[in-house]
C-alpha cells in the first residue's frame, strides 16, 4: 500500500527510460486504484503490469471486491494471489487462495500465486509441508492446461523486514523442493513453470540467488519503490 500518482510517474518513468529492451520479463503491480496509470505510462512498451490482488468472485454484490473482469478492464497482465501480508492480516485460506487463482485464470491473468512459511514453522522443520499445503490448494483448483500460466513465488514469511536473510542455497532448496511437487502433477509443466524468490531480494544479493538452478526470478518489494535499486536486479537477472 504504497505510492500516489506523483511518485508512480516519477518512479515508472525512470525504470522505463534505462529499461528500453530488458532480455527477461519485468512487471509491475501496483494498487489497483493507479492500475489506468500504469496503463497509460507502459502500454506498448517492455513493461507489464498487474494487481495485488483479486476476488474469488465473478461479480454481484461484494462491495469493496475488485473482479478479474475488472482487472482485465485494464490490461493486466498478472495478478499476485495470497500473498503474505493477505494471509496473515485478512485471513486468506489456502483453499481462498486457490480459488482466487483460478478465477484469475479464467479472465485470462497469470496469478503469481504466493508460498511461504513463518519462523515458528521453519524452527519446527514444518516448511516443506507448509509450501505443499499452500501449493497443492491451488493445484486442486487449475487444469492440466492452465498449469504453465501459472507463476509460483515462494515467500518465507520469515526473511521479509526483519533483518533475517535465506542464503540462496536455502532458497534453493525450497524451490527445488517446489518444482518437483509440481513435475508430480505434470512433468512438462513444470519445466516451464517460473518460480520467483520473494524474501528480500536486494540489489546486493540478487545475483547470488537468482544464479540457483531453480531460482528463476524475483518477487520484489522494497527494493521496487526505487528505480535504482529495481533496475539493478533486472540487470542481475539478465
Not at 515462494?154 to 536473510?165: D, L, N, Q, R, S
Not at 546486493?204 to 528505480?227: H, Q, R, V
Request: glycine residues 8%; proline residues 3%; aromatic residues 4%.
Amino acid at each position: 500500500m504504497n505510492g500516489s500518482l506523483a511518485a508512480n510517474a516519477a518512479l515508472l518513468s525512470d525504470i522505463q527510460s534505462h529499461l528500453t529492451s530488458p532480455s527477461c520479463d519485468v512487471a509491475v503491480c501496483a494498487p489497483a486504484p493507479y492500475l489506468e496509470q500504469c496503463r497509460t505510462m507502459l502500454a506498448d512498451g517492455a513493461i507489464a503490469w498487474g494487481a495485488q490482488d483479486v476476488s474469488d468472485h465473478e461479480s454481484g454484490a461484494y462491495t469493496g471486491e475488485i473482479s478479474a473482469a475488472m482487472l482485465t478492464d485494464f490490461d493486466c497482465a498478472y495478478v499476485i494471489t495470497g500473498h503474505s501480508e493477505r494471509r496473515a492480516y485478512h485471513g486468506e485460506s489456502d483453499a481462498l487462495v486457490g480459488r482466487k487463482s483460478a478465477r484469475a485464470l479464467a479472465a485470462g491473468l497469470r496469478p503469481i500465486v504466493c508460498v511461504g512459511e513463518t519462523l515458528e514453522e521453519r524452527d519446527a522443520g514444518q516448511t516443506e509441508l507448509v509450501v505443499q499445503r499452500q501449493l497443492d490448494a491451488v493445484l486442486k483448483e487449475v487444469a492440466d492446461a492452465d498449469l504453465v500460466r501459472l507463476v509460483i513465488a515462494y515467500e518465507p514469511v520469515w526473511a521479509i523486514g526483519t533483518g533475517k536473510t535465506a542464503t540462496p542455497q536455502m532458497a534453493q532448496d525450497v524451490h527445488a523442493f517446489l518444482r518437483a511437487r509440481l513435475a508430480a502433477r505434470h512433468a512438462a509443466a513444470a519445466t516451464q513453470i517460473q518460480i520467483l524468490y520473494g524474501g528480500s531480494m536486494k540489489p546486493d544479493n540478487a545475483a547470488d540467488l537468482l544464479a540457483m538452478e531453480d531460482i528463476d526470478g524475483g518477487l520484489i518489494g522494497g527494493a521496487a519503490l526505487k528505480a535504482a535499486d529495481f533496475l539493478a536486479i533486472i540487470h542481475a537477472a539478465a
